[in-house]
């Protein structure tokens, strides 16, 4: 969400925006892309090997559309990226989201070993940076922490949704609902997440629980939530790529990761004025003061969740309290159009150092 969400805010009479992806099938972006005012392009590859074959293709869509600089997004993308932009004299921004430890060994060697190849490099909170400074002893280009924002006019409430998704899931009005939104994958803990939510249930008994998203654990999730007989109360509808609908039926947001950069869906949450439980993973802890903004538990004892959100369901005004905390703090530090005034100096600085004319910007992820 945060390639278009980015893209509301950026100044198209300045940059024009090029998207380039890979994985046909993760097009959910690409109408959002278009509709914001982006240029978006399938370069198809059916994984990571695959991917690398398409030097030559990117090479030709940089050169035929005047392209003046690359940001990309991921780790082979962001190879690929780096290796196009020194064939080409293009400068390369490239944005890391994660620790190098989660990486795959191989993934880990290879970004690494093409780090010194961008021009400059951006991570997404300081644990990331911290990372990233301990494995390339030899780091040759600036890095800069940008957090990760959201777009808080977009993302305010609008109560008169709040119902549809109720009706829609079948979800009582009176009820209670924990949710989460996140791509399926280890990190995330979802299947931690759902033994939190069984145990939640037996603390507070009006409560249901919506994990909006999907991935490669999907079928293992839906076996779960049927083992756990919680087929009635874990409520799964699947990719959306409008969220805020979710989020604003939502009386507290769960997150139990084991690892993260700086989550959007969180700062999206937070935006919307959902109150947050959280394991203290990565960049959540540079965004949320315990006890302030949100609760936090270590990552360890995710199990710490379930008093923490027994709590919360029980009591409206702390919820309500903390959601309008939640808010303000997004609303002052992290703005969309504070990364947005950052990124867009990076790009000018970049630009005029290469000087290679009219600004035009790829974003490959």
């Not at 969400?1 to 380039?20: A, C, D, G, S, W």
């Not at 009176?174 to 280890?186: C, H, N, P, Q, S």
């Not at 839906?222 to 874990?234: C, T």
Request: aromatic fraction near 6%; charge should be positive.
């Amino acid at each position: 969400m945060l390639l278009p969400e980015t893209l509301r805010v950026h100044n198209k009479n300045e940059f024009q925006f090029h998207y380039i992806y890979f994985l046909p099938w993760k097009d959910h972006m690409v109408e959002s892309i278009r509709n914001n005012g982006g240029k978006v392009t399938c370069v198809a590859a059916s994984n990571n090997i695959v991917l690398m074959t398409r030097i030559l293709k990117v090479k030709d869509y940089i050169l035929k559309n005047n392209i003046q600089l690359i940001h990309a997004h991921l780790p082979w993308a962001g190879i690929l990226a780096r290796l196009v932009g020194k064939w080409c004299n293009v400068p390369v921004i490239y944005t890391e989201h994660n620790k190098q430890e989660r990486y795959h060994q191989a993934t880990r060697i290879m970004n690494l070993a093409a780090l010194n190849l961008a021009s400059r490099v951006i991570a997404v909170s300081d644990d990331v940076r911290n990372s990233i400074v301990r494995n390339k002893r030899r780091l040759t280009v600036p890095i800069t922490t940008i957090l990760n924002c959201v777009n808080t006019e977009h993302f305010t409430k609008d109560v008169a949704k709040i119902t549809d998704i109720r009706k829609t899931l079948g979800i009582p009005e009176d009820a209670l609902i924990v949710g989460t939104i996140a791509v399926f994958r280890v990190q995330k803990r979802l299947d931690v997440w759902m033994e939190v939510a069984h145990k939640i249930m037996n603390e507070v008994a009006n409560v249901h629980f919506v994990i909006v998203g999907d991935g490669p654990l999907k079928d293992d999730l839906i076996r779960k939530r049927k083992n756990m007989g919680m087929e009635g109360r874990i409520h799964m509808p699947g990719l959306e790529t409008e969220i805020r609908p979710y989020l604003q039926c939502f009386d507290v947001f769960m997150m139990s990761s084991i690892f993260e950069g700086l989550p959007v869906a969180l700062l999206e949450a937070m935006s919307m004025g959902c109150p947050v439980i959280a394991t203290d993973a990565g960049g959540i802890g540079e965004v949320i003061r315990d006890n302030t903004d949100g609760l936090l538990c270590s990552t360890e004892k995710p199990e710490m969740l379930v008093n923490l959100a027994a709590g919360l369901l029980k009591d409206k005004e702390g919820r309500m309290a903390f959601g309008q905390r939640a808010r303000k703090r997004v609303q002052e530090n992290f703005s969309m159009k504070v990364m947005v005034d950052q990124l867009e100096n990076i790009y000018r600085d970049c630009v005029n150092a290469n000087d290679r004319g009219p600004r035009e910007t790829s974003k490959n992820h």
